[in-house]
């Protein structure tokens, strides 16, 4: 398995800002993914992130509003950009060992 | 449109009894399928993986699979309280014989196991 860590743990933000989520895995992994919670709904992908190439957004999620960044096999962030209440959720960080996802303890988003 | 669904909840049952949790997928090549749990405010947590028709069992949990029906399910014996949480199915198809493919959850079932 792997253990994950994801900064912040969670956040109030004001309408029109930004935020950058950060994971950190404690082994190197290829395949990072950054996945949305809305409240009482089930995980939607929101894109994946290999080390060294671009971010792979999954349909419905842009670039501009979702940036990924993912400089070494251990690190990812994830910014939120011009947030609206509709954005809030909590936010999940993924790395596949082997053939399995393993989940980092998420970061819960408010934006009023 | 790959899509997974799992049986509508929530499901309630007594300690001690078998709680059945399903799911059934659209894609016939999906070869990887998964079960999470997932504690209010928690992040999901893995407690099975099953790659081959029939079952897999792990303590109180047994996971099985039908490639035929399309279906995989999971069984919890001698449920207890602590096992109330949301059940996700999670589902992935490799691409081109390769480890990696998107894993496609369904909604998920809320089980709540009275003492």
């Known amino acids: 398995s792997a253990v994950i860590s994801q900064k912040p743990s969670r956040d109030i933000c004001q309408r029109g800002t930004s935020l950058t989520i950060q994971c950190q895995v404690d082994?190197?992994?290829?395949?990072m993914f950054w996945y949305r919670q809305q409240p009482g709904q089930s995980l939607t992908l929101i894109a994946t992130?290999?080390?060294?190439?671009?971010?792979?957004?999954e349909s419905g999620f842009v670039i501009d509003k979702f940036p990924i960044s993912r400089p070494n096999l251990t690190f990812s962030t994830l910014t939120v950009s011009n947030m609206s209440p509709e954005d809030s959720s909590i936010y999940l960080c993924?790395?596949?060992?082997?053939?399995?996802?393993?989940f980092g303890p998420g970061t819960r988003l408010t934006v009023l | 449109q790959k899509e997974v669904e799992q049986n509508s909840g929530p499901l309630s049952v007594p300690e001690g009894a078998i709680a059945s949790l399903n799911c059934t997928y659209s894609?016939?090549?999906?070869?990887?399928f998964f079960w999470y749990r997932q504690y209010s405010g928690k992040s999901p947590e893995l407690i099975m993986s099953?790659?081959?028709?029939g079952d897999k069992e792990d303590g109180r949990f047994t996971a099985q699979l039908n490639k035929a029906s399309q279906y995989v399910s999971l069984l919890i014996r001698d449920s207890q309280p602590s096992d109330s949480a949301t059940y996700l199915c999670?589902?992935?198809?490799?691409?081109?014989?390769?480890?990696?493919?998107?894993?496609?959850f369904g909604q998920g079932t809320i089980l709540t196991v009275h003492p």
């Open positions: 999670a589902v992935k198809f490799n691409a081109g014989g390769t480890s990696y493919g998107k894993l496609t």
């Open positions: 099953i790659y081959s028709n």
């Open positions: 082994s190197q992994v290829t395949m």
């Open positions: 993924s790395v596949q060992v082997r053939d399995t996802q393993y």
């Open positions: 894609d016939r090549g999906s070869q990887s």
């Open positions: 992130a290999n080390q060294g190439s671009e971010a792979t957004y």
